[in-house]
């Protein structure tokens, strides 16, 4: 008989009725402050990954039939997630193979200014800032205040603009972006392209394609955080209408014409999401992924619920932090409403690499970025966990202070 569907009180208490599922990662006897980075892998998806392999041994090169099966039960788990049940999903090793061929396609030589901020994942920047050195005008707005962000980022598209890249939550503050749709109706008035990248958004905050009126959008994600899908598992959502046709493709980009003969007038696409389709990949991470995402629906881990979860869970540590009294020249919570924060709790501290490794000395995993510590809880932790992990975190800030 599966086990009946979660609830928030649940996950709060010792025991987390969560945690057995995880037993792998061994989440109940570990303080694993990574949510916002690595969530913990539930047992489900080891049965998944084996399948991959046993499903080569049997079928070899006939298992792609099975391989599509289990990709298309990705797709299908995005889709749920965007709220989007019909949506165009291309899907990648990671978001940077995803971006550099929407990248490829944009008409640059026509267009050569794209415009972002300056509080994007390494992802993005890291490229735009290669594309600028080779001579592109990359426009960068400033990243806070974040209220007003979107306003700013449609002031500055223009007829100039080839696409705009947006994330919907920034990866060192938690902060949520509102009103990214006035960004993509912008970018859609002026023709050009609109990216929102979603990785710190889905399956901790709810996210609706609709709603957020970015129906024109093109989106990015990965299920390598909160969605608990490890490695391998990104997706780009792709507009309805698409033509844009990306210099860097795959041939499984053209796969439907393949057995075409005689000469080719152009390269040929397929439709859709199929236009950022790459080449010959390895699929056990769909597997995986598959399994993942059906054992969250069984377990009824629904955004909505996460989101429960997630801010209670947050709202903690930002209390029990607030508790220790640290004096906030040595450490101190950014200032982000809670209804406007995401997954984690951003603590700002310049010596923030230093307190991350001191408290990793205390068996608390997280990570630091730049001056920020970040704390990203989960639904498998319980509230004694939680609290044991900050009072952890004050030893290792006492001794900075001693």
Not at 223 to 237: A, D, H, I, P, V
Not at 266 to 279: E, K, L, N, S
Request: aromatic share 6%.
């Amino acid at each position: 008989m599966p086990a009946p569907p979660l609830t928030a009180a649940a996950l709060y208490r010792s025991p987390n009725a969560l945690a057995p599922e995880y037993s792998r990662f061994r989440v109940a006897e570990r303080l694993l402050l990574t949510g916002h980075s690595h969530q913990a892998w539930p047992d489900a998806g080891l049965a998944a990954q084996e399948q991959a392999w046993l499903d080569a041994a049997a079928l070899v090169d006939e298992k792609w039939g099975r391989a599509e099966e289990e990709a298309e039960r990705v797709r299908a788990g995005w889709r749920r997630l965007l709220g989007e049940p019909k949506a165009e999903i291309a899907l990648g090793q990671n978001t940077h193979e995803l971006v550099v061929r929407l990248l490829s396609a944009l008409p640059l030589a026509e267009r050569p200014r794209l415009l972002t901020t300056d509080a994007e994942f390494h992802t993005i920047r890291r490229q735009l800032d290669r594309l600028a050195e080779a001579g592109v005008e990359v426009v960068r707005v400033a990243g806070r205040p974040v209220d007003t962000l979107a306003s700013r980022l449609a002031a500055a598209i223009d007829d100039r603009t080839a696409g705009c890249l947006v994330s919907s939550v920034q990866f060192d503050t938690a902060s949520i972006v509102p009103r990214l749709g006035i960004v993509a109706g912008a970018c859609l008035h002026h023709g050009a392209v609109c990216l929102i990248d979603a990785y710190h958004h889905l399956n901790v905050v709810p996210f609706d394609v609709t709603l957020m009126g970015l129906e024109s959008a093109f989106i990015t994600g990965g299920g390598y955080k909160y969605c608990q899908l490890g490695e391998g598992n990104c997706f780009l959502r792709v507009p309805p209408g698409c033509t844009l046709r990306p210099v860097i493709t795959g041939w499984f980009a053209e796969f439907a014409a393949l057995d075409r003969t005689g000469p080719r007038a152009a390269v040929d696409y397929g439709t859709g999401a199929a236009r950022f389709a790459g080449a010959t990949y390895d699929p056990t991470a769909h597997y995986r992924a598959g399994a993942v995402f059906a054992f969250h629906q069984a377990r009824g881990l629904t955004p909505g619920l996460l989101r429960e979860v997630s801010r209670h869970q947050v709202g903690r540590l930002h209390e029990r932090f607030e508790q220790l009294g640290v004096d906030p020249a040595v450490a101190h919570v950014e200032p982000v409403p809670p209804d406007q924060r995401a997954g984690f709790l951003a603590i700002r501290a310049p010596q923030a690499a230093e307190i991350c490794r001191l408290v990793r000395t205390r068996g608390v995993l997280a990570d630091a970025r730049g001056d920020v510590l970040r704390l990203g809880p989960a639904p498998y932790l319980t509230d004694d966990q939680l609290d044991e992990a900050i009072a952890r975190l004050g030893e290792a800030v006492g001794t900075l202070t001693t």
